[in-house]
């Protein structure tokens, strides 16, 4: 079965640091370029963060710049969210996606031409 799941979210007070994870079964990651996306209560879904399938670039939201690093490590098959400086503002649902086909692209924190996505994970940032 191909899929994504993802882990790592929780409860958190503003200022703490979460890492989430996006672990891939039933194919290679190492072939796709990963995204990360965030769904505020009420707001639609936004990118965050993308990662080429090499790993050699990176692209970031401007809500999340200098606060939230992408990374991964093929050999686990998984790609890394790690948040730090967590406003309330980041509250929502986080869900990562992977593209590995000729209409991939990843601008602005937001991954295109998507061929798996994930069920996400909820992160609450709260004191």
């Known amino acids: 079965q191909l899929q994504l799941v993802e882990s790592g979210g929780g409860l958190v007070q503003p200022g703490g640091s979460l890492r989430l994870s996006c672990t891939a079964s039933g194919f290679n990651l190492g072939y796709y370029a990963v995204g990360w996306f965030h769904q505020a209560p009420g707001k639609e879904r936004e990118g965050v963060s993308c990662?080429?399938?090499?790993?050699?670039?990176?692209s970031y939201g401007d809500s999340v710049k200098d606060r939230f690093t992408i990374s991964r490590d093929d050999a686990k098959n998984t790609v890394y969210l790690q948040m730090t400086s967590l406003k309330p503002e980041d509250t929502g649902t986080y869900s990562c996606e992977a593209a590995g086909g000729s209409t991939t692209s990843c601008s602005g924190g937001t991954l295109y031409g998507v061929d798996y996505w994930g069920k996400g994970t909820l992160v609450t940032v709260s004191s």
């Open positions: 990662i080429s399938s090499s790993g050699g670039s990176t």
